[in-house]
T-cell receptor, first 109, second 112 residues
Framework: GQSLEQPSEVTAVEGAIVQINCTYQTSGFYGLSWYQQHDGGAPTFLSYNALDGLEETGRFSSFLSRSDSYGYLLLQELQMKDSASYFC??????????FGTGTKLQVIP | NAGVTQTPKFQVLKTGQSMTLQCAQDMNHNSMYWYRQDPGMGLRLIYYSASEGTTDKGEVPNGYNVSRLNKREFSLRLESAAPSQTSVYFCASYSGTSNEQFFGPGTRLTVL
């Protein structure tokens, strides 16, 4: 089976940088994804890492270490609109996608 | 492109009633999924389908059945609804090109 662990809540100041960690245990692994979900909305895709290293997309970056079964999402220049829940997800064989329990990010002025 | 569509958006059932949640995607994706999300929780995989004609159980399949009708459509059926199935249900499809899941708007189901 698969299990993913993330912190349940994180609070950060507008304009700051925040890192959301994800550790996973899985029987099959192709990549690690990150999704954002605002209250009442559907998840939306942020990033995907198949190989070790850092992927950057604007203010968001995502990192993966396959040997450590660990990844993180880095959000820079935080804005109030970044207040949302963030989920890591493992992509396994046959494109089975399993989500973590999510991290609720609160951005404060 | 409509993306992923789900019907209905809201539904209230009584315990023991049955219903089918419909999902369709117009992006020609092979893989489709059904998740449930309880308040303040993550998404739990109910069933998924890696291709037309195949379905596999996820983490929480009990009480549900699915049908991959064709490449576009993937339905979820509750045969005898229970209050524990009160949740928000999301359908999704997966792009093997961008490794991105696309989600529908969700169905908010309440079982009384």
């Amino acid at each position: 089976g698969q299990s993913l662990e993330q912190p349940s809540e994180v609070t950060a100041v507008e304009g700051a940088i925040v890192q959301i960690n994800c550790t996973y245990q899985t029987s099959g692994f192709y990549g690690l994804s990150w999704y954002q979900q605002h209250d009442g909305g559907a998840p939306t895709f942020l990033s995907y890492n198949a190989l070790d290293g850092l992927e950057e997309t604007g203010r968001f970056s995502s990192f993966l270490s396959r040997s450590d079964s660990y990844g993180y999402l880095l959000l820079q220049e935080l804005q109030m609109k970044d207040s949302a829940s963030y989920f890591c997800a493992v992509v396994g064989g046959y494109q089975k996608v399993t989500f973590g329990t999510g991290t609720k990010l609160q951005v404060i002025p | 492109n409509a993306g992923v569509t789900q019907t209905p958006k809201f539904q209230v059932l009584k315990t023991g009633q049955s219903m089918t949640l419909q999902c369709a995607q117009d992006m020609n994706h092979n893989s489709m999924y059904w998740y449930r999300q309880d308040p303040g929780m993550g998404l739990r995989l109910i069933y998924y389908s890696a291709s037309e004609g195949t379905t596999d159980k996820g983490e929480v399949p009990n009480g549900y059945n699915v049908s991959r009708l064709n490449k576009r459509e993937f339905s979820l059926r509750l045969e005898s609804a229970a209050p524990s199935q009160t949740s928000v249900y999301f359908c999704a499809s997966y792009s093997g090109t961008s490794n991105e899941q696309f989600f529908g708007p969700g169905t908010r189901l309440t079982v009384l």
